[in-house]
C-alpha cells in the first residue's frame, strides 16, 4: 500500500521536561491524548522514541489498591500510574491485583485518543 507509513507501535517524542527522562519513563505524546513508555534515556530537548502498546511495570502511587483488569491512569505531575481518574489520562489497565504498598505495576497499554 503507497500510503502506509508504519505500524505506529512506537512514535517519535521530544523531551521538552527542562530535564533528563529516564529510559522507561511514561510521556504524553502531544495533547492527543496519547501515551507511550521512553525506550531510551533523553536528555532536555533530544529527539527519541516511545512505545505506545504492550505490557510495561509503571511507578504506581503507592497508596493505591487496584483490581486485576482495572483502568489505569496516567498522573502526569507525579509521573505515576494511579486508579483515580479525575484528570488524569486513561492509558489502559492493571494486569494483575496490586495492593497498597506496592511501587510499581504491569500495565497493558491501550493506544487512544481522548
Known amino acids: ?45 533530544e529527539i527519541g522514541e516511545a512505545t505506545t502498546q504492550g505490557v510495561f511495570k509503571i511507578a504506581k502511587t503507592e497508596a493505591d489498591v487496584a483490581a486485576q483488569w482495572a483502568n489505569a491512569y496516567w498522573d502526569d505531575t507525579a509521573k505515576e500510574v494511579t486508579v483515580v481518574a479525575s484528570t488524569n489520562k486513561l492509558i489502559g489497565a492493571f494486569t494483575k491485583a496490586y495492593g497498597a504498598v506496592v511501587v510499581d505495576a504491569e500495565i497493558l497499554l491501550i493506544p487512544a485518543i481522548a
Open 1 to 45: 500500500m503507497k500510503t502506509y507509513v508504519q505500524a505506529g507501535n512506537t512514535l517519535t517524542y521530544t523531551n521538552a521536561s527542562g530535564g533528563t527522562l529516564p529510559s522507561g519513563q511514561g510521556v504524553l505524546l502531544g495533547t492527543a491524548g496519547l501515551f507511550g513508555v521512553l525506550n531510551g534515556t533523553l536528555l532536555d530537548t
